[in-house]
């Protein structure tokens, strides 16, 4: 069973390697040979958790040790795998939803002359991904954990033509480069503190180490987990990214890559619960950022931005949740989860829609989309339904539990924090129910392009369907599949570890507010945008607004603290390397020229004068010996 | 007596050098040929010196003495370690490429005068093949002196590939171009050879130390430390650090260390690419090279007090050459202020004094000239097609070029340390080993890999992204010449980041070997995990045994 | 006599030789004066090996006088060719090296 974990990722990895240099002779098979390299991948990862789950619960994890990869020293880094119910979690999720999105990406890549190439990034994201959910290691995760930063990069940039697309996966990958600063000095701050840095050594021994160590690890730890998972003060990057083409908005920067930051941080468990401090960074990080995300997903009507907005927000309530140490972890991990089939399903949703309007993301120019593709609005509508917590459905199940979670960390800290994710709750319920509207219900608002084509909106063809269909049942049932008997938290607390906490309030109360809030959110938007009509032009909006609609200003911010003074410092450097640095050898260049230019008038060309200075010198010479002698 | 292997590895490309410039003007294509195949033959016998090289055996191995100027006890001595094999086995794969992207550098402007008496073809070939053949040697001399002839004498073959084969592609007039390339040639020689000239005093003093307490003056790197570490021969302090500091000083102009590396981006830029990748990726490794080897070596307590200072200069150079890469405009340039960059890193491995250190560094100078040889070279290949070497004359190459710009990619993937590739193993173990003696230095060196991403994209977004400009329509794609040059170099860059130790075996013996006679031991590990058989654990019995509170 | 008397002719042979370089322009005048000056020294040189009684300033001068014949041949020579060129013998008139 241990050599099936390399064969996990091999098939993708396979994949990626055929595609990207096979030339165009794959052109035509090419993105069938991804899909069934993904689904390979998918059905290797079932028979290894049917394995899992025939075994005992305490004697699950496998261990595949490939070969030693970097021996310096007392430096011992490895590629080998581990599996278990956390990295098992990943896999079928990744692997699932993956195999879902090639599949949809068939149909919605159909005109791309470059869809061979797509589906090379695609199979090496996947790849990469695995890696980073089956490393043993922290150095060997941060080779998936870049992995993914660089097909992320490839993919968001895939419409390379367009410098925004361009602007985007550079900015994409330089910010995620900041986290990476700090997922390389929490490594070498465990190397130095452990002397190694596989996770079963570190985390066994965290205790040993002292309180200042673990935080300052746990700090880079978070920041690299900003990075990744697009959280303040990383965040920026998530937004930028819709510019990819939509599958990859779905799979990587909704349902997997952007949580590897929860992953870490949970797979990081022991640190943090010896690190109270880091630990309440990561909360605030967390409660920021879901109010943060959500504002923003409220003013931007790009519905994809909208939902890279509410991708933002509902990671937020992940690494909260993961920030509240064993209370939490098993829900980040199952709102990991249910968050990636109902956003991979809305995200699918807003790209079918995209295809059957000519590309319009506008939601403003949709309205009353629901008659023309029946499919898309059902599967959306759930996912939009499960996202704000909808009885019953997959977002209910998780969110309701970590917002319980976030009151039972207790003191004033557990108010602020459950109160912040109440408000997160109502400002979501308001947003997807905006996005809701705006596009499937009242008029109709679209017009003719400049070219004076009028769009005609059709449903999607059923490569692109299916999958909607498969991650709406996603949507619907998996939380409530989580939640039948306590399975989930069964399945995942012999790896992270869970306890229940003192909630001031009774499960039940939460769950009411929950619905208080939620229905107050939904009644809000429907006041807004589906009593009256919606103008097809933006209003101006009131400061907030406008400041949302512009990410909460973070660019300008960026713009004016780091680009700037980067691009002054710069140009400045350039100046001193060429006029300083260099001048100053110029100058003794210069001088001696200067110097040699005057002694060469000495060199007149007469012979005598040549003469007289050989004579002069010998008799100063023997001058010289004589003196010598006589002394 | 044994086979002189290390005389045969050097030997042949000199020879190669004589019959290339031996063959007739007439015949001009024929010499590419005949230097072509002596670079793969020195190819096959650095294969040879690396698998007869045993890394648990002696420290010098295939080691040939022999008594040269005995008036002044200088022996032709040669040996190597782990990491002169290394190196050897780099410069001996990295000259047929050259070779090969070069194979049009040096032809005539027009053909129209084959015969004429001037014959620059077989030259540029000589010259290259002069330069691996000194190179080489360079990295064989266990003696000081005879390593200081050829580091000198590399300058003479280098000073005319940089001034006589210029670029021809800068979008300038002929004669701007020329004066531009023996300024950049003139400050090369005028660099290094100052450089040179100062340890030429230090090797002299060494003589004369060694003369006044061994009776007799010697050279020889093995006698000398074996005296040092036997008591016999003992440096005063002051003395020791002007021979340390008139070695250093050659090899951090070679390097090139802050501030002594204008010299570089001129002569990077005004070469052609090819011999821009044998400046950077070969000739440049001697200086490196030289610091592990003689430096620390010969002076191993002034090293020590000299650390601070030349960390603090790496450091700059790390961060001054990266941040110079972001605001150049000439792509050539700024993959010179990459390489300034990359330097820094590699002397703050070697002064980390830590066996990640040392070891990173030397990965790093392998690793560093493969990288830097894709991307120079394929950087040369979109030179030559468009005829400019200004980045915003590009533009959308993407798109016309597929191939090219994804070698471009990959190349410049490998420069900014992706994982996964062959530099971020170098560059992670430099950063473990120097954060492990010097915590706050590392972690500004760490800051080092935000820049690399930012010059390697920024440049990669200008050159092939966006539309397609109007100048780059229609440019061919990579001819099978020159996919011959890169893609063996691409498929090394991804089988060392994946498996590198087989380098790592032959490196890290002499690695210990250095820090032994530096005397100078790993920082322990705070708290150690002493449990043995990690290899096999499962998460669940580290959980019982209460990895949670 | 008193060898040393050779000596004062010796050294104002060479004086007036000196002189005579420093002084005059014509080539083959100059010439002339370096040959002076030559013998001057074979002179000495002679007078030592008198003085000291062995044979090494005698050897010596033989040495001297080859090397003034084997400059005599060149320096005529070029002397010649020069004056072919240039029409004069005067060494001032020969200054285009310096720049």
């Known amino acids: 069973m241990e050599n099936l974990i390399g064969l996990l990722v091999a098939a993708p990895l396979l994949g990626a390697a055929l595609l990207l240099c096979g030339g165009r002779r794959l052109d035509g098979k090419g993105h069938l040979l991804g899909t069934a390299l993904a689904l390979a991948s998918f059905v290797i990862g079932a028979v290894l958790f049917a394995d899992m789950l025939g075994r ?50 068939i149909g919605y890549m159909e005109h791309d002359e470059r869809r061979r190439r797509f589906f090379g990034y695609l199979n090496l994201f996947l790849a990469a991904m695995l890696l980073l959910v089956l490393a043993d290691n922290y150095l060997l995760l941060y080779v998936g954990w870049e992995g993914v930063g660089l097909a992320s990069y490839l993919l968001i940039g895939f419409w390379q033509h367009k410098p925004s ?10 910010v995620n480069r900041v986290g990476d600063v700090g997922l390389s000095i929490a490594i070498m701050l465990m190397f130095t503190t452990f002397g190694t840095f ?191 917590g909808f009885p019953g459905l997959s977002g209910f199940w998780s969110k309701d539990k970590i917002i319980e979670a976030a009151f039972a960390k207790g003191g004033t800290e557990g108010w602020i924090l459950g109160g912040a994710a109440l ?90 507010g929950t619905m208080v809030v939620l229905l107050i959110g939904v009644a809000i938007a429907w006041v807004q945008y589906g009593r009256r009509p919606v103008p097809s032009t933006a209003p101006r909006g009131s400061l907030l607004t406008r400041a949302a609609r512009r990410d909460l200003l973070q660019d300008d911010f960026n713009h004016v603290v780091l680009v700037k003074p980067g691009e002054y410092l710069t140009r400045g450097l350039v100046y001193v390397d060429h006029k300083l640095v260099d001048g100053v050898v110029n100058g003794t260049a210069a001088s001696v020229g200067g110097l040699s230019g005057r002694l060469r008038k000495l060199q007149n060309g007469y012979a005598r004068t040549y003469a007289v200075s050989m004579f002069g010198g010998t008799a100063v010479l023997i001058a010289a010996t004589l003196l010598m002698r006589a002394v | 007596m044994s ?7 050097a030997a042949v490309p000199a020879l190669g050098a004589v019959a290339t410039a031996a063959v007739p003007a007439a015949k001009r294509a024929a010499a590419k040929w005949v230097a072509l195949g002596f670079s793969l033959a020195t190819l096959v016998l650095a294969a040879i010196v690396l698998v007869s090289f045993d890394p648990d055996g002696a420290h010098f191995q295939l080691t040939e003495s022999h008594p040269w100027i005995k008036d002044f006890g200088v022996r032709y001595e040669l040996g190597v370690d782990g990491i002169a094999v290394a190196l050897i086995a780099l410069t001996a794969l990295l000259i047929p490429f050259i070779i090969l992207a070069g194979w049009h550098d040096a032809d005539p402007l027009e053909e129209a005068s084959p015969n004429r008496r001037w014959r620059p073809t077989q030259g540029f070939f000589a010259l290259i093949l002069m330069v691996e053949a000194m190179v080489v040697i360079s990295f064989e001399a266990t003696d000081v002196f005879l390593f200081y002839i050829f580091f000198e004498a590399m300058l003479i073959p280098m000073y005319f590939l940089i001034g006589g084969f210029g670029d021809r592609a800068g979008g300038r007039s002929e004669e701007e171009s020329a004066t531009q390339r023996s300024y950049a040639a003139v400050k090369f020689l005028l660099y290094n050879l100052a450089g040179g000239l100062i340890m030429l005093a230090a090797v002299v003093g060494l003589y004369v130390v060694t003369a006044d307490d061994l009776g007799t003056g010697t050279f020889s790197l093995q006698q000398i430390t074996d005296a040092r570490a036997a008591g016999t021969l003992d440096f005063a302090t002051s003395t020791e650090r002007l021979l340390f500091l008139g070695f250093f000083f050659a090899f951090a102009v070679k390097a090139p260390l802050w501030p002594l590396h204008t010299w570089l981006p001129n002569a990077m830029g005004e070469a052609t690419s090819p011999v821009a990748v044998l400046i950077t990726a070969v000739v440049d490794k001697v200086g490196t090279f030289a610091m592990l080897r003689f430096c620390l070596q010969l002076f191993p307590e002034a090293s020590k007090w000299a650390t601070p200072v030349i960390m603090v200069l790496a450091l700059i150079s790390i961060i001054y050459g990266a941040l110079l890469a972001i605001g150049q405009r000439d792509i050539k340039r700024l993959i010179a202020y990459a390489s300034i960059s990359h330097f820094g890193f590699i002397i703050l491995g070697i002064f980390a004094m830590t066996t990640q ?140 980041g994946v498996y590198p130790k087989p380098l790592t075996d032959i490196v890290n013996p002499a690695v210990d070997h250095t820090l032994s006679v530096v005397d100078k031991k790993d920082p322990k590990p705070d708290h150690p995990v002493t449990d043995a058989g990690w290899f096999s654990y499962s998460p669940m019995h580290d959980r019982a045994s209460g990895g949670a509170k | 006599m008193n060898p040393v008397n050779y ?33 001057a020294c074979n002179l000495a040189f002679v007078t030592f090996s008198r003085m000291h009684g062995n044979l090494d300033g005698q050897i010596i001068a033989f040495f001297t006088m080859v090397v003034a014949a084997a400059e005599v041949v060149v320096g005529l020579a070029i002397i010649v060719s020069v004056f072919r060129a240039r029409h004069s013998a005067s060494v001032d008139d020969a200054s285009l090296m310096k720049l």
């Not at chain 1, 004697?59 to 970097?70: G, V, Y």
């Not at chain 1, 995200?347 to 000519?358: Q, Y």
């Open chain 1, 56 to 105: 005992d619960e305490h004697d699950r994890a496998l261990h595949s040790h490939l070969f030693s990869w970097i021996p310096v020293g007392g430096f011992r880094a490895d590629v080998a795998f581990q599996l278990d119910q956390l990295s098992m979690t990943f896999v079928l999720l990744i692997t699932g939803v993956g195999s879902l999105i090639h599949i949809y990406s």
């Open chain 1, 165 to 174: 697309a361009a602007t985007a996966a550079k900015k994409a990958f330089i």
């Open chain 1, 198 to 388: 596989a996770f079963a050594p570190v985390l066994s021994n965290a205790t040993d180490a002292s309180e200042g160590k673990l935080t300052a690890i746990g700090l880079m730890l978070l920041l690299a987990a900003c990075g990744k998972s697009a959280q303040v003060p990383l965040q920026s990057w998530l937004g930028d990214a819709m510019e990819g083409p939509t599958p990859v908005s779905a799979l990587i920067h909704a349902a997997t890559m952007v949580t590897a930051g929860v992953y870490l941080i949970t797979r990081s468990g022991a640190i943090f619960n010896n690190a109270p401090d880091a630990q309440t960074a990561v909360v605030t990080v967390g409660a920021v950022t879901l109010l943060f995300g959500a504002i923003v997903g409220c003013a931007k009507d790009d519905i994809k931005k909208a939902l890279a907005g509410s991708t933002m927000s509902q990671i937020g309530y992940m690494i909260l949740a993961a920030g509240l140490g064993p209370i939490g972890y098993v829900f980040a991990i199952m709102h990991l989860v249910t968050h990636g089939f109902f956003k991979a399903g809305l995200f699918l949703g807003a790209g079918s829609v995209m295809h059957g309007m000519n590309d319009e993301v506008d939601m403003r120019k949709y309205g009353g989309l629901r008659k023309y593709m029946p499919v898309t609005f059902v599967t959306f509508g759930l996912g939009y339904l499960a996202i704000i």
């Open chain 1, 423 to 512: 408000l997160g709750a109502a400002i979501t319920a308001y947003y997807m129910t905006r996005v809701m509207l705006l596009t499937f219900f009242g008029e109709k608002r679209w017009v003719p392009d400049e070219q004076g084509n009028e769009p005609h909106p059709h449903e999607s063809p059923k490569s692109m369907t299916i999958p909607m269909i498969v991650l709406a049942f996603g949507s619907v049932f998996a939380g409530g599949l989580f939640s039948l008997n306590d399975a989930f938290l069964k399945w995942l607390e012999p790896v992270t570890s869970h306890s229940h906490g003192h909630s001031p309030l009774s499960a039940a109360t939460v769950t009411a």
């Open chain 2, 3 to 9: 086979f002189p292997l290390l005389t045969v590895t």
């Open chain 2, 357 to 496: 250190g040392q070891g990173g560094a030397t990965l790093y100078m392998v690793n560093h000239g493969i990288s830097t040889a894709a991307l120079m070279l394929v950087a040369g290949f979109l030179i030559t097609r468009r005829g400019s070497r200004l980045i915003a004359d590009y533009g959308g190459v993407q798109k016309v070029a597929p191939v090219l710009a994804g070698t471009f990619l990959i190349g410049g993937l490998a420069t900014l340390s992706l994982p996964g590739l062959a530099p971020f193993i170098s560059e992670f173990l430099v950063l473990v080993g120097t954060f492990s003696r010097y915590p706050a230095l590392g972690i500004i060196a760490t800051v080092g890999i935000v820049l690399a991403a930012l010059y390697v994209l920024v440049l990669y977004q200008r050159t092939m992204t966006g539309p397609v400009k109007a100048e780059v329509r229609g440019m061919p794609d990579l001819k099978v010449r020159e996919l011959v040059v890169v893609a063996p170099l691409i498929a090394l860059l991804i089988f060392l």
């Open chain 3, 7 to 39: 000596l004062y002719l010796a050294a104002l042979l060479f004086t007036i030789g000196a002189a005579g370089v420093l002084i005059r322009r014509n080539a083959i005048v100059l010439f002339m004066c370096v040959e002076l000056m030559l013998n």
